[in-house]
């Protein structure tokens, strides 16, 4: 575990670079949104984060700048990493994050 602390919102611990660019901008846009409460639920099971049409998420959309950029894995992935940040905290999220 790391002894240095991260504030919320520092994504400098993720080494790769798409990683951090686009968590960063899924967290700021979750945050922006308002939408901490709504990614602590899980998706819809049969659909996912990639296939949804809960039509909450677009709340997120709106603000994330690099939403276009995104394969479906990866979509889902920077989705499922905001998600354990809502539902962690981010100091869980940090210290699961750098135990991988």
């Given at each position: 575990?790391?002894?240095t602390?991260?504030r919320?919102g520092d994504?400098?611990?993720?080494q790769d670079?798409?990683?951090?660019k686009?968590?960063?901008?899924a967290?700021d ?5 308002e ?5 602590k639920?899980e998706p819809?099971?049969d659909?996912?984060?990639?296939f949804t049409?809960?039509?909450r998420?677009e ?13 479906g ?5 920077t ?11 981010w100091t869980?999220y940090v210290n699961m994050?750098?135990?991988?």
């Amino acid at each position: 575990m790391s002894s240095t602390v991260y504030r919320p919102g520092d994504f400098s611990f993720m080494q790769d670079e798409h990683s951090r660019k686009y968590v960063k901008d899924a967290y700021d846009a979750m945050i922006m949104a308002e939408q901490i409460e709504l990614m602590k639920e899980e998706p819809a099971a049969d659909k996912g984060y990639m296939f949804t049409s809960d039509e909450r998420y677009e709340l997120i959309h709106k603000h994330m700048q690099f939403l276009n950029e995104h394969s479906g894995s990866s979509y889902a992935w920077t989705m499922r990493e905001v998600q354990l940040i809502a539902q962690k905290g981010w100091t869980v999220y940090v210290n699961m994050y750098l135990s991988r």
